[in-house]
């Protein structure tokens, strides 16, 4: 079975320009032997997905499931929900949708992580978040899965005044990946933000595309993306913020950085505004460098050994992301999270 060979399927192009750079044709064409769901471990009801998406990449895991599980969080909750997505079978496709709906009022964190023990296998994860008037979210997802495996992961967002949202992407895997992240931003003083860390190594290639629009007064959006790139690792990151006549007085903030630590290593940023308005703020940048070389003499100075320098501003680097999370619970998950402990 081949994605590639599925019947109208309108599969994006690698010449089209929300794809450029991103090379999928591994993927479709890989011959799978099955296409599997990936349930999850809590008892969650099924509803249909009739979801207006965008992006094309939603509708590849909608062809070989158009249902999705529902978590509804209706209340406050002390400590993160951690959810789990674990491929197991060799060359399986696997699709795994999923609503999340934070209600009126309430504050939630949920750690999601992709990992895998599998070899040649393939996830496709549709998200669609929901969250509600005054409601508060701390989503991190971590993907760790291993090379020759491949994770199509599709979140759409959907906000109600005075909401917030906050994201951090953590991509450790060495397989391809390709994120997608749309937010349509239709209400009232809503706050969006989206922090990602890319470490990038071996041959892995992650790529990003971001999407939002202002549709309504007072919203802010921040787009961060740290990039550490080693060996022949690859990143795309294409931000897009629009921002509509409707979207008086928004923030629309993007920026990405990246180190490249070896010759072969790749990156491709593209920070885009669109912009129809004079009343906003806005601003975006992308950087692309090697670690300071001052830095580490610096240390090197102050009887830091060459190596421990490197890793220390390394280290400084791409913690800046991990900074940006809220809730201690998270950064000590994070600080102590292995692979090894979820296979």
Do not use: W
């Amino acid at each position: 079975m081949q994605i590639a060979n599925i019947e109208n399927l309108n599969l994006p192009q690698k010449r089209e320009e929300e794809f450029l750079k991103i090379d999928f044709a591994p993927l479709f064409n890989f011959d799978f032997k099955e296409h599997k769901t990936l349930n999850f471990t809590l008892d969650l009801k099924t509803i249909k997905d009739d979801e207006d998406y965008e992006s094309k990449l939603f509708s590849i895991a909608n062809r070989f499931d158009d249902t999705k599980k529902v978590l509804t969080i209706e209340k406050d909750i002390d400590e993160p929900l951690v959810l789990i997505n674990h491929i197991k079978d060799n060359e399986t496709l696997f699709s795994n949708n999923l609503l999340i709906e934070i209600k009126n009022g309430v504050k939630a964190s949920i750690i999601e992580i992709f990992i895998n023990s599998s070899k040649n296998s393939s996830i496709l994860a549709n998200r669609t978040i929901k969250v509600e008037k005054d409601a508060s979210l701390e989503y991190i997802k971590v993907q760790d899965i291993a090379t020759e495996n491949s994770l199509i992961y599709s979140c759409k967002v959907v906000q109600d005044d005075k909401s917030n949202l906050e994201i951090s992407n953590f991509e450790f895997g060495d397989g391809f990946c390709v994120n997608s992240f749309e937010n349509k931003i239709d209400s009232l003083e809503v706050n969006y933000e989206l922090n990602g860390l890319n470490k990038l190594r071996n041959s892995t290639s992650v790529s990003t595309l971001v999407k939002t629009t202002h549709n309504n007064q007072s919203s802010r959006s921040n787009i961060n993306y740290k990039n550490s790139l080693l060996a022949s690792s690859r990143a795309v990151v294409k931000i897009k913020s629009i921002v509509t006549q409707n979207g008086l007085y928004s923030k629309a903030f993007q920026n990405c950085n990246s180190i490249l630590l070896s010759d072969d290593a790749v990156i491709f940023a593209q920070p885009f505004l669109e912009i129809f308005i004079d009343e906003l703020e806005a601003s975006h940048g992308t950087t692309t460098g090697t670690l300071n070389k001052d830095q580490l003499l610096y240390l090197q100075a102050r009887g830091i050994s060459k190596e421990r320098a490197y890793e220390m501003l390394l280290e400084a680097f791409e913690n800046s992301i991990k900074d940006n999370i809220k809730d201690e619970k998270i950064k000590q998950f994070l600080e102590e999270y292995k692979k090894e402990s979820y296979i």
